[in-house]
């Protein structure tokens, strides 16, 4: 499959919430408090007020479930979210992002569809995120 | 991104069921009558009770798709796929998809990202991975070329 860089996103994030064990897993949010991305098209920040959701699941495996605000250096908001699984036995972490927004200037992003390969950082989660063409 | 082969897929689609103009768009379901899938590790045909694709044409002209699939190998494990998808292109391009003519798929995007989930010890691989997938319409069905991200 073919693709290209789209951006690499780093996030803050503050103490995670522990919900504990529920009838999926035992579930923890990890709220994003801020970050950061940068590629060729668009740049900016994230806004504090997003989260992951992450289910640990049976087999040692985490399910993510994350949602958040982009802020570009121009003013645009773009609604991001991922889907993805984080397995460290393998050290596999990848996501599958999504974004919508009402900026024209950004709207391509409304119509691909993305691939994140995800690190955990001591500083915090950073995702290399590439468009699937 | 590196990614590897992880089976070719071809869907039959039955008559669809179009519901029509709701708040989010056009919404049709396209059930599937049967299919098949075959790569390097895995190998079988696609159940039709539980398999349908359901569509969503967006005010921008993007279709979004929302595919369910039974998948039951050659050796009987049952494997859940589900994948989210996007399809649009030059308006000529998707007026003939429309009236069942064969396009080069290089003309318009037709991407999935299909997950799985398997209790079937042989095949846990799957649920531990996710896939990217291009897509090809044909008259009869979509044929899908779908890799894993390594």
């Known amino acids: 499959m073919n693709s290209r860089p789209l951006m690499l996103l780093r996030f803050a994030t503050s103490a995670i919430e522990e919900i504990g064990s529920t009838p999926h897993g035992k579930v923890s949010i990890f709220p994003v408090t801020g970050g950061s991305f940068e590629g060729e098209r668009l740049r900016g920040k994230v806004l504090a007020g997003g989260g992951d959701w992450v289910t640990a699941l049976a087999d040692g495996t985490f399910e993510l479930d994350l949602r958040v605000t982009l802020e570009t250096d121009d003013g645009a908001l773009i609604h991001m979210t991922f889907t993805g699984v984080r397995d460290d036995a393998n050290h596999y972490l990848r996501t599958l992002p999504r974004f919508e927004t009402a900026a024209p200037k950004y709207a391509f992003l409304n119509r691909l569809l993305a691939v994140g390969i995800g690190e955990i950082r001591p500083e915090g989660p950073v995702h290399a995120i590439e468009e699937i063409l | ?150």
């Open chain 2, 1 to 150: 991104m590196n990614t590897r082969l992880l089976m070719m897929m071809h869907v039959n689609v039955a008559t669809p069921q179009n519901i029509g103009a709701v708040p989010h768009g056009t919404r049709r379901t396209a059930p599937l009558s049967g299919g098949d899938f075959e790569g390097p590790r895995l190998r079988g045909t696609l159940l039709p009770g539980g398999s349908a694709d359901w569509l969503l044409l967006r005010a921008d002209g993007v279709l979004e798709m929302d595919l369910r699939v039974t998948l039951r190998t050659d050796d009987g494990a049952l494997i859940s796929m589900k994948s989210f998808g996007l399809r649009h292109g030059p308006p000529e391009v998707m007026a003939a998809i429309g009236r069942g003519e064969t396009v080069d798929p290089a003309t318009y995007y037709f991407r999935t990202t299909p997950r799985f989930e398997t209790a079937h010890p042989a095949y846990t691989f799957l649920n531990r991975l996710v896939a990217v997938a291009s897509g090809d319409r044909r008259a009869e069905g979509p044929i899908y070329t779908i890799h894993e991200v390594l």
